[in-house]
């Protein structure tokens, strides 16, 4: 399916939590694609009793949150990423929304109340400074994690060698810091979600019989110069791609429904293949 440079390779009830979507802006998040996404999902899983929906990349969670609001045979959701600070996050919105909510109004209040550029972005590297220390205990550091995301540079996250945080400050004058309703919201809804940190091949472990996964990995780049998977130290690179694949075999094998997404590398480069070739089996590409 070729849609806003994404390939999607395919191997409703409104509930609690109707302000739930991603608390944090990830690159690549799906949230303009979920659309065209579920109309491609899996009839099955719509019928499974206690489906156990299973997501090894879960970036921001704008898939995640709107299958838990959609999907009522849900029964539980297991989420991973190799992204430690993201995942601490995930699990402070999830145990500690109050005490998240009141960290970050305290930040709120003290950044909008600085009335130059030049004040804003000292603070803001202030913050950057501290989050970097990788010291801080969980809810602060998640405090900070939102802050910066939600006033860096176009909301990136990037890391570098040392796994630092080194996006400049986006000069923003009034961001919403504190998304109160949407903290709460995606609190009610991660009560029933496992939260896992590490290798996406170790969610397998977690399957039941009635399991469906949605895979959304670090794209590969259309162009040398349009990289940006720089969300962890550990790059995903071809290699991983392929070594991804072959879990995808894996869960075929096994009898598992699953359905990726990625970079749609032939929209840049019509001759580039890397794609076609590595899911050929799996052609039902809409």
Same mark, same amino acid.
């Given at each position: 399916?070729?849609n806003?440079?994404?390939?999607i390779i ?8 109707l302000?739930?979507?991603p608390f944090?802006?990830w ?7 979920i659309?065209s ?7 099955e899983?719509?019928e499974m009793?206690d489906?156990v929906?299973i997501e ?6 704008a898939?995640?949150f709107?299958?838990?609001?959609s999907?009522k ?7 991973? +990423? ?8 995930y699990?402070?919105?999830k ?6 909510i009141?960290r ?11 009335t130059?550029?030049?004040?804003r972005?000292?603070?803001?590297l ?5 989050y970097?220390?990788?010291s801080?205990?969980d809810?602060?550091?998640?405090a900070?994690?939102?802050f910066l995301n939600h ?5 990136? *996250?990037?890391?570098?060698?040392k ?5 400049p400050?986006g000069k923003?004058?009034n961001?919403?810091i504190? +998304?109160?309703d949407?903290? !709460?919201?995606?609190?009610e !809804?991660l ?10 091949e170790q969610?397998? +472990?977690y ?6 996964f ?7 780049p259309?162009?040398q110069?349009?990289?940006?998977n ?6 995903f690179?071809d ?6 694949? *072959? ?5 075929n094998d ?5 359905l990726?997404?990625n ?5 840049n480069?019509?001759?580039?293949n890397?794609?076609?070739d590595l899911?050929?089996c799996? !052609?039902?590409?809409?």
């Amino acid at each position: 399916m070729k849609n806003d440079k994404n390939r999607i390779i395919n191997g409703s009830r409104q509930s609690a939590g109707l302000s739930a979507k991603p608390f944090v802006k990830w690159v690549g998040g799906k949230s303009q694609l979920i659309p065209s996404i579920s109309k491609i999902l899996p009839q099955e899983i719509f019928e499974m009793p206690d489906l156990v929906y299973i997501e090894p990349f879960v970036g921001g969670g704008a898939m995640l949150f709107w299958m838990l609001k959609s999907i009522k045979n849900i029964r539980k959701a297991v989420i991973n +990423d190799i992204n430690s600070d993201l995942t601490t996050a995930y699990f402070a919105v999830k145990n500690n929304v109050n005490e998240l909510i009141a960290r970050l109004k305290n930040i709120e209040q003290e950044y909008q109340s600085l009335t130059s550029e030049e004040s804003r972005k000292i603070f803001y590297l202030t913050m950057r400074e501290r989050y970097n220390t990788k010291s801080l205990e969980d809810i602060e550091n998640t405090a900070l994690f939102i802050f910066l995301n939600h006033t860096c540079f176009n909301g990136l *996250h990037r890391v570098n060698s040392k796994g630092l945080f080194n996006v400049p400050f986006g000069k923003y004058t009034n961001p919403t810091i504190c +998304d109160e309703d949407t903290l !709460l919201a995606d609190s009610e !809804l991660l009560q029933k979600v496992e939260i896992l940190t590490g290798d996406f091949e170790q969610t397998l +472990d977690y399957a039941t019989e009635n399991s469906f996964f949605y895979f959304d990995p670090p794209y590969k780049p259309l162009s040398q110069t349009s990289s940006f998977n720089s969300y962890a130290r550990e790059a995903f690179n071809d290699a991983e791609q392929v070594r991804l694949k *072959h879990f995808c075999d894996k869960l075929n094998d096994k009898g598992y429904l699953w359905l990726l997404s990625n970079s749609d590398v032939k929209s840049n480069d019509p001759n580039n293949n890397f794609f076609d070739d590595l899911y050929s089996c799996y !052609l039902d590409c809409a």
